[in-house]
């Protein structure tokens, strides 16, 4: 058998040879004919799987190693007989470290407390859940916002948009690209939600680029509608608009989602997804070894420090978030080698953390948050 790998997913590299002739190729750049003779492909969100590339082709299974799944035409794939996936919810733990990064510079350079602010988040699935749980662990006031789990779970949990617009300091996006629709998600951040926004708002982006109309954001930040923004994801990636890009307070190139830890379980659940399908012993896998920075016990000195305090030391320590604004806006069209040769960055529990001189609090909020604890 014969399976198109896009050359930019990690850990892959030589685990399917064994059974199959593998053939590596930017994503961007697969065509039909490289599909011709193939019977699967593992790709990431570069590669749009519709009737142009995939029609008169072999193949039988798609694997996305992504969350997301707007880049495959699923209405074809059903009509076609073609079996696909997504790995749905592995690198939430990623954005996640992502949104907490954000929100302490932002809470640093605005010169506020997280605790007690209040927070809307606009789509709970994986990656909102988590970013909820990590928020209440900081003290902040969440509401949440999802109308197709309200449909399914009630009202009693979440809160309508209007609601999120009216009463939040923060608004985080983590929702899917739907274009039409009863939840229609496309350029949802449009003039009116804009107008609607309150001089002190913060308003982040990490899910997809679309859900934003790039002129719409454009004009309400020239016009400081709102105080500060976040931008992960682009309209049009990844030719993005410099203007927008220069009117960010943090604007990075798509890789929220880009740890090591997230990169691994999204390439080991495409692996195992294709193993079930053609039954190649594979359904357990999972790479040998993720790489490691070198200072992954850190040490903090707690005297007259606060636990907030503390907690943004702690991330700063994992991630820094301005590295990757600071790459981008110095070399913009260089996005997409931006995210293939994108710096390690391991999540919260690969990180075990000494506290000196800790009140009784500190701990517990530390492991909560996903760090380990170290005795020695």
Not at 58 to 87: L, P, Y
Not at 326 to 334: D, E, G, I, M, Q
Request: with cysteine.
């Amino acid at each position: 058998m014969k399976i198109v790998i896009d050359k930019d997913i990690p850990f892959i590299h030589r685990v399917l040879e064994r059974d199959a002739d593998v053939v590596y190729l930017p994503g961007r750049d697969i065509s039909r004919g490289d599909l011709a003779d193939a019977d699967a492909m593992i790709i990431r969100t570069r590669t749009r799987c519709d009737a142009t590339l995939l029609k008169g082709t072999k193949v039988k299974f798609i694997a996305s190693a992504t969350i997301g799944f707007d880049h495959i035409d699923t209405a074809f794939c059903r009509e076609n007989n073609i079996q696909w996936t997504n790995a749905e919810g592995c690198n939430s733990s990623s954005v996640q470290q992502y949104i907490t990064a954000a929100l302490f510079h932002l809470a640093k350079k605005l010169q506020f407390r997280l605790a007690g602010k209040t927070i809307g988040i606009v789509g709970v699935g994986n990656v909102g859940s988590k970013v909820a749980a990590v928020c209440s662990t900081l003290g902040m006031r969440v509401l949440l916002n999802d109308p197709p789990r309200e449909r399914l779970e009630g009202s009693g949990t979440f809160v309508s948009l209007n609601t999120i617009v009216r009463e939040s300091d923060i608004i985080t996006f983590h929702v899917p690209l739907n274009r039409e629709g009863v939840d229609k998600t496309f350029h949802m951040i449009d003039d009116k939600f804009l107008a609607s926004l309150k001089k002190h708002q913060i308003l982040i982006n990490s899910s997809r680029g679309e859900i934003a109309d790039t002129r719409a954001l454009r004009m309400a930040l020239k016009a400081k509608t709102f105080v500060a923004s976040v931008l992960d994801v682009w309209e049009n990636e990844p030719d993005i608009d410099l203007d927008l890009l220069g009117l960010v307070d943090i604007g990075t190139p798509h890789i929220a989602g880009y740890s090591a830890d997230g990169k691994a379980n999204g390439t080991a659940m495409s692996v195992r997804a294709i193993s079930k399908f053609f039954g190649l012993g594979l359904d357990d896998w999972f790479p040998e070894e993720i790489p490691s920075p070198q200072d992954t016990v850190i040490t903090v000195d707690c005297r007259d420090l606060e636990s907030e305090t503390v907690v943004g030391m702690l991330v700063r320590h994992t991630y820094d978030i301005m590295g990757d604004d600071r790459r981008l806006r110095n070399s913009p069209r260089t996005f997409e080698k931006q995210r293939a040769d994108y710096p390690l960055r391991r999540e919260f529990p690969t990180y075990a953390v000494r506290l000196l001189q800790p009140k009784n609090n500190f701990g517990s909020l530390i492991k909560k948050i996903g760090f380990k604890i170290s005795f020695s």
